[in-house]
Each structure stands twice: as C-alpha cells, then as structure tokens.
C-alpha cells in the first residue's frame, strides 16, 4: 500500500509536458506547474507572436510570464525523490522478465525506473541519482522504462532523432535534416509533440463528447425498451378483454337464439298435439258412429229401420275444418338463413377493422428506418405509380391517359351512381393505397390545383368541410394557385413560401409519419414538411378548379 501512496504522488509532481518529475519547478498564472525548462521550450515553439498558452487548460497569456522558480514545491519533489528510493523493498527491486533492467548495473540487473532519451540508456533509481544531481544532466529527457530506446537512434547516421518531419512525416536526427530532408518542413521533435497533443486532446475531447452523447442515446433507447413493453403489455390486456367481451356477447346471443328457438319449438309442438288430440276423438267418434249405421243398415225389420234412424242418421258438426291448412315447410330455416346472414356480415366487419388492427401493429416503428432523401435522384428510389379511381371522380372531372391524367369539365360525366363518388367537390382519388415509403410527382396546367392525401373513410356526399380535401382531420392538402401556396390541414391554413413550378413532389414516410411537398423544377425545395401519425393507409389525391389539367408524372 505505501508504494501505491507513492505513485501517486509521483503523478501529482509529474510535469505534464516531459512526463518526469518537476526540474524547477514553475507555476505559471493559471495555476499549472512545469518544468522550467520544458516550458520555456514551449513558449519558444509556439507559432503565434507574443500569445503564450498553457499546454493543459489552454490560457493565453500577453505579454509572456515571468518564470520564477517555486522553492516549495522544488523541496518536494526532492522529498519525493527520497522517500520513492527508501519506500520500494529491496526483494521487489530486481528487473523480472516482464521489466526494462538497468543498463549500468553488473550481476543480477535491478529494475530500471527511468530511461534517458538522450543518453539512451536505461537507470536504476540508484544510478540515475546523477542526473538529478549533477547539472550537466540537467537537460537531459527522462521518461519511462521502456526497451524501445534503440527507436530513437537513427539508423543511417547513428544520431538522436531529436527533429521530426513535417513533409515526409517522420521523426529524423540532425543530419537528416541538413541531408536527405534539406528544405522539408522541419520542427524539432518536441514541438511536433506539442502540436500533436493538442490534437489528442481535442480527438479525446470529441471522443468523451460523444461517449456521452451515446450513454444518453442509450439511457433514451432503454426507456424506449421500458415504454415498447409497458405499452405492449397494456395493449394486449386491452385487447384480451374485449375480445373476452365479445366472446360472452356472442355466447350470450348464441344462448338467447337457442333459448328463442326452443321456446318456440315447445309451444308450436304442443298446439299441434292439442290438435292433433281432438281430431283422433274426432276420429274415435265417427268410427263408432259408422258402426252403428252400419248395424242399422243389416236391420231386416223395416219398422225397427225407420224407428232408429233419424237418432242414428244425424251428424254432430265437426270443430275443425275439413282440412288442415300447413304453412310451407320451412320452420326455422329462416332463422338459420338470419344467422347465416349475421355471420357474413361479422366476418366483413373483422375482416376491414382487422386490416387496420394489423396495419397499426405493423406500423409500430421507434427507431425511423433512414433519414429523409435530399436529392431527386434519392427520392425518385421510391417513386411510385399513381393512377385515379374513376369510382371516386367527381362528375365534373374527366379521367384519360389511363387514369393518370385529369380535366375539369363544365358538363357533366355520365359517371355511374357509386358510394366512393365525391358528390360536389371538384375531387379525386388514386386507385392505389399508399403505406410504405414512396414518392410520385404532380404537373399541373393552367389554374389552382390542390394536391393532397387522405384516408379512404373521407366523406363523400355533400358539400360540407367533412368532405374537401384539407378541411378536416382525413385530409392534408397542399394549395397550388399560379403564384403562391398554402397547406391545409383540419380546417387550419398555413401559408408556404417557395419558388414557383408547375411540378409539385409528394414524399410520404408512412410508418415515420413524414408528409413532405416539394417545388420541383432544375433543383427540388421543400415547401411544407409534416410529422404526424397515420392510422389508416393514405391515397393521393387532386382537386381541380375550373379549366384546370393535372396528371401524375410518369417518372424514369
């Protein structure tokens, strides 16, 4: 623990520049501590005239501080020296495989604690007490152990690479510099050093930046993972419950119809037996009654005949009709026919909704796939064909160039009568539905065109805001007049600026919520971006006014 303690006072009295313990150590005005030497070598290094900056906090300082000695912290740092040579146990001292050994030691090496960049050589805390000691080492550079020392000898002249070049990048010696890299941009090794650190220092500062912004990034996506589950979870309990309902509803209606049937069933039966019951005594009666007549009709006595038979002869009237009127055979069959027509129309209820339930779940995306494309040439990688529904034109608009093209008409179309028709606006549909990313563009002629979007529960008949496009919640309408355009949404106006062009583009980002117009001519600017959600698929759609032509662009 005590050589522990020791290290780290080491780091506190290091020099920031050399890496060594304080030589003279200097406080300049900021507060940092340097060597004397290192930082005067680095004011002279310094490019601009008379601005002095520290090398750790980067304080420019004008004009250039005095340096005068800190005696205090100079009897520190010899204390430190001290009390680091007495602290390490003599067991610990010797160089292990692992270690740099000192080069001045005979025997059993010890472990090197500095190395000399300019003797090249590796010491021993004991051998290298010299250089602290003497002053004609007072210049020299000492840095860690490290085996490396060979690096900086330089192989052609057997020199100290002590200067660096710019021109070929690469650390050279002296002669070098006079030879083979005479007229190169030539800095001497440490200034190099010092430009190159404050590279580090800015490439450390923009790497701990960005750390932190992706440990935010990461803290957002773990509450996005918090949000995905709870909201999971709640829409599956939701969703279990209703369909629980709906279970029970349907057992119960299930239970109530054959309750009703079975009701009806018993009371049916019995009036049937009831009278099924008076007619067999009807039966049992005139049997008996035949019989008799028949025994009167073998009477040989004509008087006893006569005697007996207005008694015999006469009939009672019978309660019931001659005949038996049934009504078709069909009995309950019009209740299953009743069923059978319930269930259809269930199976195209789940069948629509289920198509927009699943339209929801697949459209659940947090993370947005790809940016928003800049160029035309990225946005046409999503064009898509668009062609008009005639079911939905409006009588006034007449459809040609296989649906892709329409004109506003003063006479009406004899269009067939269609619950998809928009009755009274001047307004069109495309036959496509559109809920992926995709991207298709409008040229209009003469007049105002409105080039929109909307769902395809928008209301048709009438001539309320609930069925123009841009003035309710189904719609997003971008108004195209001759000078000028204007966005519409729910009734609300928003007035667009951009250049003028008589081709409109239309990017939509479905499961981004991304509605997009643009003015399209020789470059493409964005006129009105929207961001929203949408629930249901979209279709393309136009509003014509009068004389007015618009077609969607056939793109290549």
Request: aromatic share 8%; hydrophobic share 30%; with cysteine.
């Amino acid at each position: 623990m005590a050589q522990k303690g020791v290290q780290l006072d080491q780091e506190t009295f290091s020099c920031s520049i050399c890496l060594d313990l304080l030589k003279d150590p200097v406080a300049i005005p900021c507060g940092h501590s340097y060597c004397m030497n290192c930082i005067k070598d680095h004011w002279d290094s310094e490019d601009e005239e008379n601005i002095y900056s520290c090398p750790q906090c980067r304080e420019t300082f004008t004009p250039r501080p005095v340096l005068v000695k800190n005696t205090m912290l100079a009897v520190l740092v010899e204390e430190l020296k001290k009390t680091e040579l007495q602290a390490a146990p003599a067991d610990h001292c010797y160089a292990g495989p692992e270690d740099v050994a000192c080069d001045f030691c005979t025997g059993r090496k010890l472990r090197a604690t500095k190395s000399c960049l300019v003797c090249l050589v590796s010491y021993c805390e004991k051998h290298l007490q010299p250089h602290y000691e003497s002053p004609m080492f007072e210049h020299h550079k000492l840095v860690k152990p490290t085996e490396k020392l060979k690096e900086n000898i330089c192989s052609r002249h057997n020199e100290v690479m002590k200067m660096f070049c710019r021109t070929d990048q690469q650390c050279i010696c002296y002669l070098c510099s006079v030879e083979e890299h005479k007229g190169h941009n030539i800095v001497s090794a440490a200034a190099e050093r010092t430009e190159r650190q404050r590279e580090l220092e800015g490439s450390r500062h923009n790497i701990q930046q960005r750390i932190q912004d992706r440990e935010k990034d990461v803290k957002v996506l773990q509450r996005e993972v918090e949000a995905i589950n709870g909201s999971a979870d709640k829409a599956v309990e939701h969703s279990e419950k209703i369909f629980t309902q709906l279970i029970r509803l349907m057992e119960k209606r299930r239970s109530d119809v054959k309750q009703q049937v079975r009701s009806k069933q018993e009371t049916e039966v019995s009036r049937v037996k009831e009278l099924q019951e008076k007619l067999e005594q009807e039966i049992t009666e005139l049997k008996r009654k035949d019989a008799e007549l028949k025994k009167l009709s073998h009477t040989e006595d004509h008087n006893q005949f006569l005697h007996n038979y207005p008694s015999l002869s006469a009939l009672s009237e019978s309660t019931h009709s001659s005949s038996i009127n049934i009504r078709p055979l069909k009995y309950f069959e019009d209740v299953t026919a009743a069923v059978s027509v319930l269930r259809d129309k269930l199976q195209d209820v789940l069948r629509d909704t289920w198509t927009n339930i699943s339209l929801t779940v697949t459209e659940v995306d947090v993370l947005l796939s790809q940016p928003e494309p800049k160029t035309r040439a990225d946005f046409l990688k999503y064009s898509h064909e668009i062609t008009l529904d005639p079911n939905t034109a409006n009588r006034r608009l007449q459809l040609s160039e296989g649906n892709r093209k329409v004109k506003r008409k003063e006479v009406k179309q004899s269009y067939s009568s269609h619950p998809d028709r928009f009755t009274d606006w001047a307004q069109v549909l495309s036959r496509e539905s559109l809920t992926e990313r995709c991207y298709w563009e409008v040229r209009r002629r003469r007049g105002r065109v409105e080039v929109a979007v909307a769902f395809k529960n928008i209301r048709r008949a009438g001539n309320s805001d609930k069925c123009r496009f841009g003035c309710n919640n189904k719609s997003w309408s971008l108004d195209c007049d001759n000078d000028s355009y204007e966005f519409w949404y729910n009734n609300i106006d928003t007035p667009v600026s951009g250049p003028e062009s008589s081709r409109v583009g239309v990017y939509l980002d479905h499961s981004a919520g991304i509605l997009s117009f643009y003015s399209v001519s020789d470059t493409m600017t964005l006129l009105h971006r929207v961001q929203t959600t949408f629930t249901q698929p979209l279709y393309a759609g136009l509003w014509l006014d009068r004389y007015t032509t618009a077609e969607f662009c056939k793109i290549k």
